[in-house]
């Protein structure tokens, strides 16, 4: 229904109930409106100059008297579109302030932060795919298959479209558990020697992953820190 199109929006109760009565019954007064709508003759008038505003409804004044009267409900329409394009302008704008704040990489600044929660990891494992560069991995469990579901499998279909490398180091324990994939290999530790942490390494980022009910991963972004994880995987990986 229109009147649920318009509460959307954000139109006023008011404003609905004035809109719909004009388009239905056409022209009147503040004070006839006010009293076929039951509204009072203050709401009235703040809810027409709204309408006004918005393009709406417009008026005449007749006699000192101002009627006012609907404009077509195809002016929904205009009005939608003006937002989209006010929209637009806002993200334009929003994405030239956001490329101002990014850190300059050639600084080498160690950036921290903090996720948390199933939407935040989602979030970070996305970003991987994104990033697109070789994927190392230290696990001591299938966490991330246990805890996401059908999302693991989509995840990693993904990966292998964009043709991203992974290898992963898990506990021999689990050998019989896990499954070949394309562009991914497998080499195993003793359990002992793997941290419960998932450590998952991609460019220059290390992702350190506690699991729990509302599991928390700590991402630093930093050249000389990855670059000391992966020197670390690698050795781990040749033993």
Same mark, same amino acid.
């Given at each position: 229904? &229109?009147?649920? +199109? %318009?509460?959307?929006?954000?139109?006023?109760?008011?404003?609905?109930? %004035?809109?719909?009565? &004009?388009? =239905?019954?056409?022209?009147?007064?503040? +004070?006839?409106?006010?009293?076929?709508?039951?509204?009072?003759?203050?709401?009235?008038?703040?809810?027409?100059?709204?309408?006004?505003?918005?393009?709406?409804? @417009?008026?005449? +004044?007749?006699?000192?008297?101002?009627?006012?009267?609907?404009?077509?409900?195809? @002016?929904?329409? @205009? &009005?939608?579109?003006? /937002?989209?394009?006010?929209?637009?302008?806002?993200?334009?704008?929003?994405?030239?302030?956001?490329?101002? %704040?990014?850190?300059?990489?050639?600084?080498?600044?160690?950036?921290?932060?903090?996720?948390?929660?199933?939407?935040?990891?989602?979030?970070?494992?996305?970003? #991987?795919?994104?990033?697109?560069?070789?994927?190392?991995?230290?696990?001591?469990?299938?966490?991330?298959?246990?805890?996401?579901?059908?999302?693991?499998?989509?995840?990693?279909?993904?990966?292998?479209?964009?043709? #991203?490398?992974?290898?992963?180091?898990?506990?021999?324990?689990?050998? @019989?558990?896990? /499954?070949?994939?394309?562009?991914?290999?497998? =080499?195993?530790?003793?359990?002992?020697? #793997?941290?419960?942490?998932? +450590?998952?390494?991609?460019?220059?980022?290390?992702?350190?992953?506690?699991?729990? /009910?509302?599991?928390?991963? #700590? /991402?630093?972004?930093?050249?000389?820190?990855?670059?000391?994880? &992966?020197?670390?995987?690698? =050795?781990?990986?040749?033993?």
């Amino acid at each position: 229904m &229109l009147e649920d +199109t %318009l509460g959307k929006m954000g139109f006023s109760p008011s404003e609905i109930r %004035l809109f719909m009565h &004009l388009n =239905r019954n056409g022209a009147g007064y503040a +004070t006839r409106l006010s009293q076929e709508t039951g509204l009072n003759r203050t709401n009235v008038y703040e809810a027409l100059d709204r309408l006004v505003a918005k393009g709406l409804v @417009s008026f005449v +004044t007749q006699n000192n008297v101002k009627w006012y009267a609907a404009n077509p409900p195809e @002016s929904v329409l @205009s &009005l939608i579109q003006m /937002k989209e394009e006010e929209l637009a302008g806002i993200k334009k704008d929003l994405v030239f302030e956001i490329n101002i %704040l990014k850190p300059n990489p050639s600084r080498g600044e160690l950036e921290a932060r903090i996720f948390v929660g199933k939407y935040g990891l989602r979030m970070l494992f996305e970003e #991987i795919l994104e990033k697109g560069k070789p994927i190392s991995v230290i696990a001591s469990k299938l966490q991330f298959s246990e805890f996401f579901g059908p999302y693991f499998e989509a995840w990693h279909k993904a990966r292998i479209q964009k043709g #991203i490398k992974q290898r992963s180091i898990f506990p021999r324990s689990l050998k @019989s558990k896990l /499954k070949d994939r394309k562009l991914l290999q497998y =080499r195993f530790s003793d359990d002992e020697s #793997i941290n419960p942490t998932t +450590t998952i390494l991609y460019g220059e980022n290390c992702l350190f992953i506690q699991w729990a /009910k509302e599991p928390i991963a #700590i /991402k630093i972004q930093n050249k000389d820190v990855a670059h000391s994880h &992966l020197n670390y995987f690698n =050795r781990l990986w040749k033993s």
